[in-house]
């Protein structure tokens, strides 16, 4: 990280006046136009570091994944992936954080993205315990509505948890880290066109695109047990029992978690959200929940978020 910083500076500042005089003419960006700050996040291939784009004095985080790990451990396709996913999802939803400018040099990649200052929800839930209902509710409805739009999309995060949904400076809830992201080919899950003879066609072959959404939904399920309970639904002391737990379905609900929330969570059968749009269990379905009554779905992301608690 500190050879970053002699990076960026050893590059003439001139260049990068030149460079916004010209701004039509389709000029690549590179570190000498940032201006580096703290460190706001580490991954096992990744630095996230504040950034500031000094013409427009606009805060940015820029996701730094150096080229020479990622082949030694051979990550090189999955950041590509990172980066067509976030592509992909472009500019089009409020809770899903954007890629502005993606650029590389010589040492690594840079994915310039929104910055959320709020840092993570799972900071948040580890701070507090657990979250109020309405805390839980409106969290978990800007949850809703930013998976819908992935999947929508045809993305698959396949890594939903609290610490990849960070909270901005309105406290309001963005999707990050789609390092496991995952495309499903445009249109497929619609015209359903598949390789092989029909007779033969598994169940799983059938379902797969909806296996894919349905694992996200899953793990919405998950996380709004965590919120209200302050705890994960399955819980043991290796991973190998958790699983255990996980397929036998064995978990309970805490005393006095929510009653209308309870079908909301871990319905394992007719998962409401998995389901293709138009079906009696699509994503439209997961809206329509008791549990989901009293929110405003069309000024979710403009009404101020409730206090955090
Ligand atoms: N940590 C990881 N990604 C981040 C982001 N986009 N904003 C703030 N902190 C982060």
């Not at 136009?33 to 096992?44: A, V």
């Not at 598994?202 to 709004?224: F, Q, R, Y």
Request: charged letters at 25%; glycine letters at 8%; one cysteine or more.
């Amino acid at each position: 990280y500190a050879d970053l910083r002699k990076r960026a500076q050893s590059r003439s500042k001139s260049r990068a006046r030149t460079k916004s005089r010209n701004s039509s003419a389709g000029f690549k960006l590179d570190v000498s136009d940032f201006e580096f700050g703290e460190i706001l996040g580490e991954g096992s291939y990744s630095t996230v570091v504040h950034a500031i784009y000094p013409p427009t004095e606009q805060e940015y985080a820029i996701k730094i994944l150096d080229k020479g790990h990622l082949k030694r451990v051979n990550k090189t396709q999955t950041a590509i992936a990172e980066k067509n996913t976030l592509v992909r999802l472009g500019s089009g939803h409020p809770g899903i954080v954007r890629l502005h400018w993606a650029f590389h040099d010589e040492w690594s990649l840079y994915f310039v993205l929104d910055l959320a200052k709020n840092g993570e929800l799972q900071s948040r839930i580890s701070r507090l315990g657990s979250l109020s209902l309405s805390c839980a509710r409106y969290y978990a409805a800007q949850l809703v509505d930013a998976v819908a739009y992935m999947h929508s999309r045809g993305v698959i995060h396949r890594d939903l948890k609290p610490e990849n949904l960070l909270l901005d400076d309105h406290m309001r809830l963005k999707i990050t880290d789609f390092g496991t992201g995952k495309l499903l080919e445009e249109g497929s899950e619609r015209t359903g066109t598949f390789v092989g003879t029909a007779q033969y066609v598994s169940p799983e072959l059938l379902t797969a695109n909806n296996t894919s959404k349905a694992s996200d939904i899953w793990a919405v399920g998950c996380i709004i047990f965590q919120m209200i309970a302050g705890k994960f639904p399955f819980h043991a002391l290796s991973e190998y029992l958790m699983w255990q737990k996980v397929k036998s379905l064995d978990y309970t609900f805490p005393d006095g978690f929510d009653e209308v929330a309870k079908d909301l969570v871990i319905e394992p059968t007719q998962r409401l959200g998995a389901g293709e749009p138009g079906t009696p269990y699509d994503i439209e379905a997961l809206r329509c929940h008791p549990f989901f009554k009293d929110v405003n779905w069309e000024t979710l992301w403009s009404d101020p978020a409730p206090p955090m608690e």
